[in-house]
């Protein structure tokens, strides 16, 4: 008999999508890689962390059916981490079927105000896309969403006499505990903010902290703690004590990962200003394969993955570079992979 740790049930995360950014890679040295997309796989219950394009073939292709989906986190809602939450709930709600609780989809607010205008802007401000709600939050982009798709809906509900997809998804906004101070513009990262609890129920407990990724507010890294381990998720973040605090002591960290030369190369050709706003963005929101290695030592994690990989058709040696500072296993995974994090797995008691 196979111990729970090690069995066919063992927790786990499935990487169903390990790039980042908005853009669809081309295929380069490295792995073909989808959106940014991780499962949490406790027993038969599955738990998704964003929903990056090619979410749902990557639910399929992993054997992960939709009907094993308890939630949906959303570490925040720029689009590479939202793009698929549409098609998830439209063909979603067709294949499931019966009674069952509905599928909670967890993540950021309304942010509450425009964020700052860059620097490189040069005096020129912006017009917001949408004056009326320029920062919908989660469960009002959920809503709008589902709107823009009104016309599919009434014809299946009517015609085919389908049920709403509100009775297989609800989507509700993470509420950001007021004693931490936090503050969209003035203080979006609160230092020394301890992990609040957001999801619990017989398997899992799922924490948040506030990271930082600018101009993003709020922008959340989760932690999963079972029985047999824990596994944290960084989102995306620039180096941050409160994703230290979260993270201590678990036993897998995933965390994002971008080549800054590319950054620097990558953005040459554009408009002066739109490429250092953009340049700039990236070396104050993001994080090296380096940094993550000393994120991971800092929390003494047991061992470390990089995805969210910019750009994603990098050299797999550019990633290599998180060993130098981190000593545990430092993993890089393609698509589609496996990662154990039960305490047994890796080596701790």
């Not at 962390?49 to 990557?58: A, K, R, S, Y």
């Not at 070396?283 to 991971?296: L, M, V, W």
């Amino acid at each position: 008999m196979q111990s729970p740790a090690r069995g066919a049930h063992a927790p786990h995360v499935v990487t169903l999508g390990t790039a980042g950014g908005p853009r669809w890679w081309p295929e380069g040295a490295g792995p073909g890689r989808a959106g940014i997309a991780t499962a949490v796989v406790v027993g038969e219950a599955v738990y998704l962390v964003d929903c990056g394009h090619g979410v749902g073939t990557q639910l399929r292709r992993a054997g992960l059916p939709v009907s094993g989906l308890r939630a949906i986190f959303l570490t925040h809602l720029h689009s590479d981490h939202t793009v698929d939450l549409p098609s998830l709930a439209l063909f979603g709600f067709m294949i499931l079927k019966g009674e069952r609780p509905p599928i909670r989809i967890l993540g950021p607010g309304d942010r509450g105000m425009l964020p700052p205008v860059s620097a490189a802007a040069n005096g020129v401000t912006p017009r917001a896309f949408f004056p009326d709600s320029p920062t919908p939050g989660t469960a009002e982009m959920f809503s709008l969403l589902l709107r823009a798709y009104g016309a599919d809906l009434t014809d299946r509900m009517f015609d085919s006499l389908r049920s709403s997809p509100l009775r297989f998804f609800a989507a509700e906004d993470i509420g950001v505990p007021a004693h931490t101070g936090y503050h969209p513009n003035d203080n979006p990262t609160p230092a020394g903010t301890e992990p609040f609890e957001i999801y619990r129920d017989e398997l899992v407990t799922v924490t948040a902290t506030l990271v930082e990724h600018p101009p993003v507010a709020p922008a959340f890294a989760f932690r999963f703690d079972t029985e047999a381990g824990s596994v944290t998720i960084s989102g995306d973040t620039a180096p941050c004590d409160n994703l230290v605090r979260l993270a201590e002591g678990t036993d897998l960290l995933l965390h994002e990962a971008i080549d800054f030369g590319w950054v620097e190369r990558a953005y040459r050709a554009e408009n002066p200003a739109t490429a250092r706003a953009t340049m700039e963005h990236h070396r104050k929101s993001h994080t090296s394969p380096e940094q993550a290695g000393e994120i991971a030592t800092a929390a003494g994690a047991g061992a470390l993955a990089l995805h969210h990989l910019v750009p994603g058709d990098a050299e797999p040696s550019v990633w290599r570079a998180a060993e130098r500072t981190f000593s545990g296993p430092v993993l890089v995974p393609d698509d589609l992979e496996r990662l154990d994090f039960a305490r047994a797995v890796a080596g701790r008691a």
